[in-house]
């Protein structure tokens, strides 16, 4: 898998996730890694289903990795979650 078939889900609306997974299978792209962490992960969630459900019938999930993070931050050490959906077709 490249870096171009990583999806990043951050702070922008849905809508715009769910375009850059389907322009990846549109290029080609037989699996796409979603990626998310903390309060973003709902929406990495929402993406894969709308990309799913509504605009890529053939894809489904193929595997769904959950971790902690450990970020620096400036009052010390704290813990993010995060999530890597990995859909293909």
């Given amino acids: 898998m490249t870096d171009d ?20 299978f549109n ?3 037989n699996e796409v890694l979603i990626k998310a962490r903390g309060r973003a992960i709902s929406r990495a969630v929402d993406v894969a289903e709308i990309s799913r459900n ?5 894809v489904n999930v193929r595997d769904i990795a959950i971790s902690t993070e450990s970020l620096s931050t400036e009052t010390g050490e704290t813990n993010v979650s995060a999530i890597e959906i990995t859909v293909g077709k």
């Fill in 5 to 24: 078939n990583i999806i990043y889900v951050g702070n922008k609306p849905v809508m715009n996730y769910v375009l850059a997974v389907v322009t990846q």
């Fill in 27 to 29: 290029n080609g792209a």
């Fill in 54 to 58: 509504r605009f890529l019938t053939e």
